[in-house]
């Protein structure tokens, strides 16, 4: 009898194959999760910041509209989620120790102009030299230059180096060595800004509100990190635009 055995029944999702198969995998989706999750690399500096650009264009490749239902949304969406967040953290970051080293850069001239008002003029020189040529920690400055006012016609090879004399007898130098009024100077601007491997570089722009130096100040000025992480200073040139 027909009546005791067990029927098969076929459910509507047997009678549509389509369905046996799961919602397709977006790939993007996974690999921007994963580029999401690396995104805290950003934080290193300007040159890892390619990590979270990637993974939020393959978040949006991922998101993008299809008719059909997909897997993956979910993904794409924490990695977007992580790239903004590691990425703007970057972005702010960078923005802080910018301002931070224009500040230190502003002060370290700021500080220079005013070694002239003071009489400081070798001082002044020295910071025009490489650290590793200074002498300002070790020797009376005003003694040792007193004898370097004057190049060295015995020295069998020209200085590589700038020259104390030379440094004096530049026009604007001798202005503000020989001034009556001492400039006062306000900071107008940074006109330049260049970023080297291991240090960086600002043109800064002063002005003299006494009315001694009637045309704006042109500061070059660079720093570079040493393996302990000690900031050196330099000036680099010193003029008014033409």
């Known amino acids: 009898m027909d009546s005791g055995s067990p029927k098969v029944i076929f459910t509507s999702v047997e009678n549509d194959p389509d369905q046996l198969q799961s919602h397709p995998l ?6 921007s999760m994963l580029l999401g999750l690396i995104s805290v ?6 040159y890892m910041w390619i990590v979270p650009i990637l993974a939020i264009a393959a978040a949006l490749i991922a998101l993008r ?22 990425g703007s953290w970057a972005v702010a970051a960078q ?11 502003k002060r370290f001239a700021q500080n220079w102009l005013d ?34 006012t004057e190049p060295d016609e015995n020295a069998d090879m020209p200085p590589s180096g700038p020259v ?6 530049q026009p604007l130098v001798k202005t503000l060595i020989n001034a ?8 107008e601007g940074a006109t330049d800004s260049v970023k080297m491997a291991g240090s960086r570089r600002w043109t800064l722009r002063f002005r003299d509100t006494s009315g001694t130096i009637p045309d704006p100040v042109l500061v070059t000025l660079s720093f570079q990190r040493d393996y302990d ?9 010193f003029e008014t635009p033409e």
Request: hydrophobic share 40%; net charge negative; glycine share 6%.
């Open 180 to 187: 009556d009024k001492k400039p006062e100077w306000e900071f």
């Open 115 to 148: 070694s002239f008002k003071t009489g400081e003029v070798e001082f002044c020189f020295e910071m025009s030299l490489a650290e590793r040529d200074r002498l300002y920690k070790s020797v009376n400055l005003s003694r040792y230059y007193a004898e370097k």
């Open 229 to 237: 992480g000690e900031q050196h200073w330099e000036i680099n040139n």
């Open 41 to 46: 690399v950003a934080l290193a500096g300007p």
């Open 65 to 86: 509209p299809s008719k059909l239902p997909y897997a993956g949304r979910s993904f794409a969406l924490v990695g977007l989620g992580l790239a903004i967040f590691f």
């Open 95 to 105: 923005n802080a120790a910018d301002q931070i080293q224009l500040h230190t850069a």
């Open 164 to 169: 104390f004399s030379d440094f004096i007898t």
């Open 26 to 31: 977006r790939v993007s989706g996974i690999i």
